[in-house]
C-alpha cells in the first residue's frame, strides 16, 4: 500500500479549508462493542478521517494547523497483556501513515495545548461530532471557539474531485468487483434461492480482494421477477429462481474502502424471453447513451434527462404508454412511473459519496423521478459517478397513480402492463465512470450486451455445480 496516496489527498483537501484557519480536529470511528457482551463490531472508519489519513484504526485523531499545514496523528494502542488475543502492531508501525508527527493518545492534550500557546483559538470540526467531546478529550478552555459549520462541507467538495491515487484504488475496486459480478452470473442455476446469489457473490468479492476488501461497499441487493421492481430489495432464502425470470444483483465491494458499485439483470435460465430482452435493450440503449454525454461541462440533470426520453421513447414503441411525445410523458410525469430514481450518485469512499449538491448552486429539482436525483453539478475531471438507469413495473408505484389520475390512466395500457409486464419486474443496469479531461473513462467491466450475457451464461452451465 502506497501511504503517500493520503498526503496527495491532504494536498488537495488544504486547498478548500486552508481559509478555515486555526486548527482542524478530525476524530476517527470510536471501538464498537454490541450491548451487553465483548464482542467487537468491525470498523468501517469515518470517511473524511480516512480520506485525510489513511488510518482504519477506530479511537485515532487527527490534529491539522492548515495555516502552517501541519499534521499530528494520534493512536489508541491497546494494552500490553492484548497481545495474549490478538496481533499488536507496535507504534513505530503505525508512522507507515503520512504525518508531521506520531504520537500515544495520551498526548492529545498536551499538544492541542501547545498549538493554543501559540495563538491558536479557532478550532473545526465535522458537523457529525460533538463539540462537547472534542472539549473533554482535548482539554479545550472556553476561549477556543469550536465551530462545524463549514469543515464537512469543504472537506465534501474536496473528496468530488478525486486525485491519482484515490483513481487507482477505485480502478482496483472497479475491477475486482467486476469479476465478482461476472463469476457470479456464470454459477446461477434456477434451483437457488436470492441467497444463495448473495453468497456467491460474496465468496468472490472476498476471495479476489482479500483483506483489502474486508468491507462490502452496501448490502447487495438481489431479486427475482417482480421483486426486482423494488429498488431495495435484499435477499430473501425462501423463494426459489424461476427459468422464466430475471434476477437484478446490485452490489459492489471495497478497496482500501473505496467502493465500486454495479449492478446486472440477467435471465435466470440464460436465455432472455421477447418480454424481458425488450425491456433489457431499452434500459442498456438508455445507459449506453447517457455514458456517452459523460464529459467535463455537462450537468448531470441533463443526462438523467436523456435517460428518461429514451425510455419514454422505448415505451411509447411498445404502447405500454400513448402520449404523443417522449416531450409529453415526461411533463405528465408518466416516464417518472417507470424510472423512479436518479440516474447515478458520486462515487468514493462512501457509495453514495459526498457533494450531491453545491451551496450556491442549482437547488435539488422537485419533480418526480428529477427530484432523486442525488448529484446534479457540473461536470468536471476527477469525478467518479454512477450511470445507473432502470424501468420498473411496481404495482405500489402505478396502481396509485392511475387510480388518481384518469389522464395518466388514458395514456397507459394498464392491460399490457399488468398481464405481462408486472411479472418481468424491473432492469437496471449500473456502471462507475471516470470523468476525464477529454471525455471519460468506465471503470467497471462486466457484460451487458443480452447476447454476451447469454454466452457468458452459457459457459458457466459447463461448470460444476456451485453447492
Known sequence: MNYSIFAENRKHALNYVKSLGGLLILKGHPEMVRPGTDYEHPIFQESNFYYLTGVPDENSWLVWDVEEDVTHLFFDLPPEDAKTWMKVESFESKKRYPANFHHKVEELPNVVAQFISKGISKVHILEI????????????????????????????EARVIKTPGEI???????????????????????????TDIEAIWYYYMHKL??????FHAFLPIVSFGSDAAVLHHYAED???????????????????????????????????????????????????????????????IDIHEKALTILAERLMKEGIIK?????EAIEKNIAALFMPHGLGHQLGIDTHDVGGYVRGGPVRDTRP????????????????ITIEPGCYFNPNIIEPA????????????????????????GVRIEDDVLVTPDGHDVLTCVPKNPD????????????????
Not at 251 to 260: I, V
Not at 411 to 418: G, H, N, Q, V
Not at 452 to 467: F, T
Open 238 to 300: 425462501n423463494v426459489k429462481a424461476q427459468p422464466d425470470q430475471m434476477c437484478l444483483l446490485d452490489a459492489g465491494s471495497t478497496y482500501k474502502f473505496y467502493a465500486a458499485d454495479i449492478t446486472r439483470t440477467f435471465p435466470i435460465s440464460g436465455k432472455f424471453a421477447p418480454k424481458h430482452r425488450f425491456i433489457y435493450e431499452t434500459v442498456l440503449e438508455m445507459q449506453l447513451a447517457c455514458i456517452d454525454m459523460v464529459k467535463a461541462g455537462v450537468m448531470m
Open 168 to 194: 487507482e484504488l477505485m480502478r482496483m475496486s472497479a475491477k475486482h468487483s467486476s469479476e465478482a459480478h461476472i463469476q457470479t452470473m456464470k454459477h446461477v442455476r434456477d434451483d437457488m434461492t436470492e
Open 369 to 384: 423521478s428529477f427530484m432523486k436525483l442525488r448529484t446534479n453539478r457540473v461536470l468536471q475531471p476527477g469525478m467518479v
Open 209 to 214: 480482494a482479500g483483506t483489502d476488501g474486508k
Open 402 to 425: 392511475v387510480a388518481s389520475n384518469p389522464e395518466m390512466a388514458s395514456l397507459i395500457d394498464m392491460e399490457k402492463i399488468r398481464g405481462t409486464y408486472y411479472a418481468v419486474g
Open 323 to 327: 402520449t404523443s411525445s417522449a416531450k
Open 452 to 467: 454476451d450475457i447469454e454466452k457468458l451464461m452459457a459457459e458457466g452451465q459447463k461448470l460444476p455445480p456451485w453447492m
Open 129 to 156: 461530532t460533538s463539540e462537547s467531546v472534542i472539549r473533554e478529550c482535548c482539554k479545550l478552555p472556553e476561549t477556543v471557539s469550536v465551530s462545524n459549520k463549514d469543515l464537512q462541507y469543504l472537506l465534501g
